[in-house]
């Protein structure tokens, strides 16, 4: 494939954007990164999911490249899209290719020999390969030429064992700054917290590059959390009633919930496929090409899935299980939408969940102050998963960021930042904004469970379950009761008007609040920590969220749902029939030829733009010109078929 040369392109930013990317405007800090990049400086990039990273070192290889500057190295963890992120570069014109080990010989002899004749713009490898001494050798080869431009570090947290994707090979990187400091750095991650940010800056040399952060909200995103009480059933409704054939990702925390979870979505009419790593590479690589290239895949998958995946329709994350901290939860939900059309993250969560997690934390062999840490990410996730307030105000609260200033600075995509400006603690587009949930004072139920739990200790020597010990508060005359003679005590039968449910919630939330701790060593028996004495004396009152939505509050939620703010509505909704109809034809000409490249459907045109092109109508190439999404080479390469397939439908219609 050749570069695309368009007849008067100039090296601005803007200018590259308009030609080669077909897009109109930068978004948030692109444009910034993209100069300084440009002008050689080095750069850290902290950029939600589907804010538009690629372009910030596409962009400058491509301008640098131009200038007689030579190739961009880019370091990307997951070979498996290396072939995708390459292609679609390809589409756009621009001379990529990727060194990876699938590869044979004689391929990666051709690519060698390629970059090394100055064919390349940008080249992709994996970290394991840059410490090769053939690689490094290549590489030196280059830059005595003066054609080493520029080293991208993509998802850079994967140097940090804070981050979720911690990777030893990133380590070594060092190497490209140390061998050779005069090249210009730039690394990207969408994982935000300050301890994984301060670890890149310090593992990979970082300290002089300029930090760009941008707001870590995602507008499109709508966030629920529900109470776990079947979560198959809840799952099945969430789908079927909001994202039937639809796009998806459902995480579950162990491979065999997965391979359950995807049978039973199957034997409802489904198109599901699992995903974990204990399936073959070859299995592995089928359903995430399927996921790819079909626009209706359920995928059941554990976290193992997902890194790199930048299919920009999938329109719904569901987590059945609590994923471990809220970094690993807002990357996994940051894969749904990154078209900018509105998309669902969904979880159900339950007290085994808290459960759960607070084990495998006790029982991992890490040292005790990384099992603090790890506590304590966990704790700030139940607290969001508990809370009664705005959902994206505590997330974005827990990146450092104030969620009115987030929405001054919106870099969402193109005219929705002004459609969703927040007030303070109202986003408008969480369960809880969406439908406040009901609060109850469980101060005197709490302080029943502390002093079950206190007592029970002190009469008997030893700690029970959070069964046992709910029997005991309500009362109940079970054989384990008389077997201690718990019904001796005074808190037995003291919070009998109380629903297993609902205590079930405020022990859950006990937990939480690390006023309890779950003893994983001793059967998953209850002990009091410091923050329950508080509590227990009545002087901090604790107010939670109800446990059973009671009668009332359902009422209460269909009155407040008149006063919610309408959705964004799908790419197509707006068309006429008539652009209906040249919408599908566009969608099945662009099936047949993404197959036939092998490539999946959104690299050859998004939704958005083939809806842009449905609408126009358009009768010649002008009319395709300044639509977004064409650019030059895709102008020059599919013009004509658009033109095509719209002119058969208005010949039918
Ligand atoms: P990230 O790597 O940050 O998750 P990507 O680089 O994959 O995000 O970009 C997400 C999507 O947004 C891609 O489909 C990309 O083409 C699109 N995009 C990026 N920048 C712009 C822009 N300035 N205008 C329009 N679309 C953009
Ligand atoms: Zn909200």
Redesign the pocket.
Known sequence: MNDYLAPALNDNPQAI?RDV?G?????GP?QAITRHVIEGGDALVL?????????CYQIPAIARQRAGRGVTLVISPLIALMHDQVGALRELGVAAAFLNSTLDWQQADEIERRLLAGQLTLLYAAPERVGTPRFLGLLDTLHAHGQLSLFAIDEAHCVSQWGHDFRPEYRQLTVLHERWPDVPRIA?T?TADAITRADIVERLQLQNARPFISSFDRPNIRYAIVEKKDATRQLLQFIGRQHAGEAGIVYCQSRRRVEELATTLCAHGLHALPYHAGLDADVRQRHQDCFLREDDVVMVATIAFGMGI?K?DVRFVAHVDMPKNIEGYYQET?RAG???ALADAWMAYGLQDVVNQRRMIDESVAEEDFKQIMRGKLDALLALAESTGCRRERLLAYFGEDMAAASAAANM??GQSARLRYRPGFCGQCDNCLHPPEVWDATDAARKLLSAVFRVQQASGISFGAGHIMDIVRGKHTDKVAQYGHQRLSTFGAGADYSEAQLRSVLRQLIALGAIQVDARAFNTLKLLESARPILKGEQPLYLRAADAPAREKRERRGKQGNARRPLPPVAADLDAAAQQRFAALKAWRADTARAQELPA?VIF?DATLAAIAARAPQTLADLQGI??IGAAKLDKYGADVLHVCAGINAAG
């Open positions: 954007l990317f897009y109109e405007r930068f978004r692109q950029m939600p999911t589907g804010g538009g990273k690629s372009l990207l969408a930048d920009p940051g990154r078209d900018g995509p193109d959104y998004h977004s999404g």
